[in-house]
């Protein structure tokens, strides 16, 4: 997302040294009067603040969203279960009122009395002996059945609590995202405001590298890892979309996740999830198909397309491009 356009430091990759030589290189770039670029310095810190504050907030909104669908389904599961459980014992009622009716009707007599007027008294205590376990057995089914209910009960309760917060931090979300979006808005214009060769400077400087040694392996390592890169060249130019994952529109990590699927490859929906997809492998040894992560906190993900260069989509505004693979600090490279 867009905040690979942060040319400032943050305190992500305050200190790092590849941003440090980029900003030298950034600077010498734009070689402006002094008095003429400090609007534009500050344009683009606005820029790249709210950038990151919306990629943090997109990620934040799909994380939410991914653990609500899950807990629908296991509150579904929950539910089914509890359908089952009462068949079964609203069965065992049935079963029991027709026991019990029995039982009514042959106690009348005392049971010392009955004994004495049988015809085979051994056949008698047989039968309530039998009669005396299988009531036992099912009174005893009865109540583990009861307390599963219960259990269950409990359970699905509390999958409904959970669900009921994460709504509520998702609307939260929601309500902050397009906070983010009229700020974004707010600062295209301003950006928008600059001379025409500062605006150029900016996009130049947004798709620089910092410093990083050419990667010119340009082979997948395997064949699923090719497959996800021909889906994703395939959507290049597709629109940056809040929440997305395809195929009209992506956020960084729904493209990563539909470009995968296309592959039959399952992957997480956010971008923390997807650094831990895989086996990390070191920048200098990346291929076509791996996913880069970026910052410290994980929250943009691109997929690497070889000689340098990430398929990603970046910002809202923007589309699904090519870019530098060093345009903002790489956190760690996951092979799938």
């Known amino acids: 997302m867009g905040s690979h356009r942060r040319l400032a430091p943050s305190g992500f990759d305050r200190g790092a040294g590849a941003a440090v030589g980029f900003l030298s290189v950034a600077a010498t770039a734009l070689c402006a009067v002094p008095a003429a670029s400090a609007p534009y310095d500050d344009t683009r810190a606005e820029v790249d603040r709210l950038y990151e504050q919306a990629e943090k907030a997109t990620e934040a909104y799909n994380k939410a969203d991914e653990r609500a669908d899950e807990l629908r389904e296991e509150a579904g599961t929950a539910r089914d279960r509890i359908a089952r459980q009462q068949q079964r014992i609203n069965s065992m009622r049935e079963s029991l009122g027709s026991l019990a009716g029995a ?7 005392d049971p010392s009395l009955a004994l004495l007027l049988s015809d085979d008294p051994e056949d008698y205590l047989d039968r309530a002996s039998r009669l005396d376990r299988v009531t036992a057995h099912q009174a005893g089914e009865l109540r583990n059945l009861q307390d599963a209910m219960r259990e269950l009960a409990q359970d699905r309760e509390e999958a409904a609590g959970k669900l009921r917060e994460l709504e509520k931090s998702r609307k939260t979300v929601a309500v902050h995202k397009k906070s983010v979006e009229r700020k974004l808005a707010t600062a295209r214009r301003l950006l928008n405001s600059l001379p025409e060769a500062e605006r150029a400077a900016y996009d130049r400087a947004s798709r620089s590298g910092r410093g990083l040694p050419y990667l010119g392996n340009a082979t997948a ?3 699923r890892g090719a497959a996800a890169v021909a889906a994703a060249r395939s ?10 994952n395809g195929p009209s529109g992506f956020d960084c990590s729904g ?3 539909w470009s995968y699927a296309q592959a039959g490859v399952s992957l997480p929906r956010t971008s923390q999830a997807q ?6 492998v070191p920048l200098s040894e990346a291929r076509p198909g791996d996913l880069v992560v970026y910052r410290d906190d994980a929250s ?5 397309m070889g000689n340098g260069q990430v398929i990603h989509a970046p910002y809202p505004g923007a589309p699904v491009r090519y870019d ?5 600090p790489v956190s760690s490279v996951t092979r799938v």
Do not use: I
């Open 103 to 109: 039982q009514y009707r042959s106690g009348g007599l």
């Open 221 to 223: 390592a395997s064949g």
């Open 235 to 244: 959507v290049v130019g597709r629109p940056y979309v809040w929440g997305a």
């Open 255 to 257: 493209l990563t996740q």
């Open 275 to 280: 650094r831990y997809a895989g086996r990390q």
């Open 300 to 304: 943009h993900v691109g997929m690497y």
């Open 324 to 328: 530098p693979v060093g345009m903002m």
